[in-house]
């Protein structure tokens, strides 16, 4: 029998998804599943996206230019612009999703065996990418206890030798929510100046900030353009993750034209997604504060929850729609399976994914969950019902002294 390929072998089930056959298999049964497990918003798509696309009037719908549409780009230009980015449209190539800026920016820049700096956790899907790039992701760890923020730079520079390319930052960040301090960002610009290194910079939750703190883009930092590579994706703004549309980002001209050999040999991102996309720039700046207000009443309602549950604990997110918290479990992964595949509460169960698949630190995240607040706050109120249930009920829970 052939032999599977050694990235076929080392490529990692996702975390988010990887329970999806257990929560078929309940809602078989007739069990409601809570889906706090997967950063799909509920809220809806703006209307002139769903406009745009009944209203095509196209006799083909025809391969776009492989780095996009140029109206697209130049709509774009603006948008950034409102955040104190300051592009040309040719800065920007259009992506299959922010996930396929990330991996063609790898790529791009990253021979077999280089290496990339990232604070862990991480989004799981950063270390398929590295699998499929032949690239090697080194982890600097960050607690549950310190709020997950960013270690000293001295912890960093032990990491750097001479195959490290790269530092990539996901901020506000997907796990933990955390959102980078001024600090913190210019501490990773002077690394990055003093090792001539890549920033690979996911900035995906932009528009999802709830601190009085200002929104720090590494293209607000100055003096190493060529250097930074911003990823982006229309998926969590506008609840278009199924248009999948994103944007690679840098001033660096080689970078982009060796990007655009793989943005051709893909042949061009999604022509109707890409209509989605621009036409939702034109939706009044109602929708994005009517979002924002509702992911504010959101986070607040699961967080004040999950704290109130007995031995449970989650720091305070500061950004994105998602938070990692410590239950009093032996295992998540066996207690997130067993909410699926052996409980219910009236009917009803909870998905969430296990945080040990988005840390690489042997151990870590064995006890953490994260929940994604993308669901009615009646649906998280009774989530967090369920959850308790859940706990109180779970053979290997763990007794916490207070």
Known sequence: MPQISQRGTLMPASPI????????????????????????????????????????????????????????REKLVGYYKKYDINLTPDDIIVTTGGSEAVLFSFLACLNPGDEII?????????????????????????????GFCLPKVERFEELINERTKAIMICNPNNPTGYLYTRREMNQI????KKYDLYLFSDEVYREFIYTGSPYISACHLEGFEDNVVLIDSVSKRYSECGIRIGALITKNK????????????????????????????????????????????RRKCLIDGLNRIPGVYSPIPM?????????????????????????????????????SGFYTTPGAGRNEVRIAYVLKKNDLQRALVVLQKALEAYPGRVVVNV
């Open 189 to 192: 610009r002077d690394l990055v």
């Open 319 to 355: 950004g994105a729609f998602y938070t990692v918290a410590r239950l009093p479990v032996d295992d998540s992964e066996k207690f997130c399976a067993w909410c699926l595949s052996e409980f219910d509460f009236e009917g009803e169960t909870v998905m969430m994914a296990p945080a």
């Open 17 to 72: 998804r990887k329970l999806v056959p257990l929560a078929d298999e309940a809602k078989a049964r007739g069990i409601h599943v809570y889906h706090l497990n997967i950063g799909q918003p509920d809220l809806p798509t703006p209307q002139a996206a769903i406009d745009a696309i009944r209203n095509i009037d196209r006799k083909v719908l025809e391969y776009s230019p492989s780095q996009g549409y140029r109206s697209y």
């Open 118 to 146: 990232m604070p862990d956790p991480f989004y799981a899907n950063y270390q398929a990418f590295a699998i499929s790039a032949g690239a090697v992701i080194r982890t600097i760890p960050t607690t549950i206890e310190e």
């Open 254 to 297: 080689k970078l982009r034209e060796a990007v655009m050999k793989f943005c051709q040999a893909r042949l061009s991102p999604p022509l109707i997604g890409q209509i989605a996309a621009e036409a939702s720039l034109d939706e009044p700046e109602e929708y994005t504060r009517e979002t924002y207000d509702e992911y504010v009443e």
